[in-house]
């Protein structure tokens, strides 16, 4: 794997910092890999930007500071606005249906988040878990089994149960990702 860059984006109150602080403790519990977690929000907290950001590598971690995203998720269009920009070139991006996305040379996914969580859950809260299933089905970080162990363990007690509905829709939205996908490359040369 070597460094792997992962930005997690979207509103104050989503509740991805809690998603990033889920996947670096799976990563330590359950992998060899070395991990570090930042967060960031503007002042407004609930409902400004705000990002998670987590560093895997199989090497010690020498500077903690995300530079080049090699993965992005943005929940928001203030989110991707703001926090886009160093995603690596071909790196991985994975945007809510509301945000109007660029594509950026790598796998860019449009999919339907915040509306399948909440039609399918009847209710937003969980769309952190659910872009953390998502995200962890693309890329395997740790196995599906551990991550709901690390996300039963922070979640607030008497949401268990709602939040493996999470896991699973997350699951399954992953597993249509290609349904999502944007090929703006292949679009591009129709024309």
Known sequence: MGRYEIRLSGAGGQGLILAGFILAEAVV???DQEVIQTQSYGPEARGGASKAEVIISDEEIDYPQVTKPDFLLALTQEAY???NRDLKEYGTMIVDERVDAA???GPTYVVPIQ???QERL???LVVNVVSLALFNHLHE????DKLQEAVLERVPRGTE???KKA???GQELAQELNTYKVFREEEEEDE
């Open 29 to 31: 519990r359950f992998t």
């Open 81 to 83: 606005n703001k926090y």
């Open 103 to 105: 594509f950026r040379g």
């Open 115 to 117: 509306r399948k969580t």
């Open 122 to 124: 009847g209710t937003r």
């Open 141 to 144: 970080v740790v196995p599906v």
């Open 161 to 163: 149960d709602l939040n």
């Open 167 to 169: 896991l699973e829709l």
